[in-house]
């Protein structure tokens, strides 16, 4: 894995994983078992997610391309060209996690 992959898995790919979840369980009235699955959790991870708090900035830079995923998610399609969409916006804005 390139060393900026490493960088975003370990920095930003949790913030999206709580926007994400939150925008299926909220947004689009799914179960938590129907998350867990669709995501390859279980669903008392998906439970703990809905319960935490995101960073705005993040939510606030790549909130459209989480909301591109989550309907390719719903639609069963590939969705892991936009998590690289999200990480180079992120990283281009040098978006801060607070």
């Known amino acids: 894995m390139k060393k900026g992959c490493e960088d975003f898995v370990n920095k930003f790919l949790p913030e999206i994983r709580v926007i994400l979840v939150k925008k299926l369980f909220y947004g689009y009235g799914m179960t938590q078992k129907e998350i867990a699955s669709k995501l390859g959790i279980s669903q008392p991870m998906v439970s ?51």
């Not at 639609?75 to 801060?96: F, G, N, Q, V």
């Open 48 to 98: 703990y997610l809905i319960k935490k708090e995101a960073s705005k900035n993040v939510e606030r830079v790549v909130g459209r391309n989480i909301s591109v995923m989550a309907g390719k998610i719903l639609e069963r399609e590939d969705y892991s060209d936009d998590i690289c969409k999200a990480c180079l916006k992120l990283t281009k804005t040098k978006c801060m996690i607070k």
